[in-house]
């Protein structure tokens, strides 16, 4: 882990604690079951009121990366978690509601403020938004930020960023699950 600006100023989250240091932790995945482990793994440790945003290229991971993700909050295998890009959101029931963003196909953040975005972001569920660059003015700075690079043909560099007491926990779950 390193810090992304050592001289932040603390501020508080949404859930009203100070947040702290932004950290970041960097990972590999070699496939998509990876991807998808590495989202179960982070979503063991989302809480409600986090809030998860998403940034790479097509194809990167962002969408089997949530999957996991659902896995991690108890959403039933019976429920196909697909991208939203064509209705924006979708909900699924676990153990915190995951509501699960794509973006792609706004303009920017007042498409989204239309919508409402603030019952979803400050709601009594986890928000997991793709494509999170378009609406970036909007995304609290507590988000937990995830970027994804293409390495080659099937290696993706996972780039995670976060409070430092974030971090720290799913860094933790992380490396205790192999990463």
Request: proline share 3%.
């Amino acid at each position: 882990m390193s810090y992304r600006n050592g001289n932040e100023k603390e501020s508080p989250d949404h859930r009203g604690e100070y947040r702290g240091a932004v950290m970041k932790k960097c990972i590999l995945s070699r496939s998509n079951e990876e991807t998808l482990l590495i989202g179960e793994i982070i979503g063991r440790c989302l809480v409600s009121g986090d809030i998860v945003a998403l940034i790479g290229d097509l194809g990167a991971g962002k969408t089997c990366l949530t999957q996991g993700i659902a896995r991690g909050l108890g959403v039933p295998k019976s429920y196909a978690v697909a991208s939203p890009t064509f209705t924006l959101i979708n909900e699924y029931p676990g153990r915190h509601v995951l509501y699960h963003l794509d973006v792609y196909r706004l303009s920017g953040s007042k498409d989204l403020e239309e919508m409402g975005y603030e019952d979803y972001f400050y709601g009594k569920g986890v928000s997991v938004i793709e494509w999170a660059e378009k609406i970036a003015d909007i995304v609290p700075e507590t988000a937990i930020t995830i970027c994804f690079a293409f390495v080659d043909e099937h290696l993706r560099r996972i780039e995670i960023s976060a409070p430092e007491k974030r971090l720290a926990e799913i860094a933790s779950a992380l490396t205790g699950g192999g990463f």
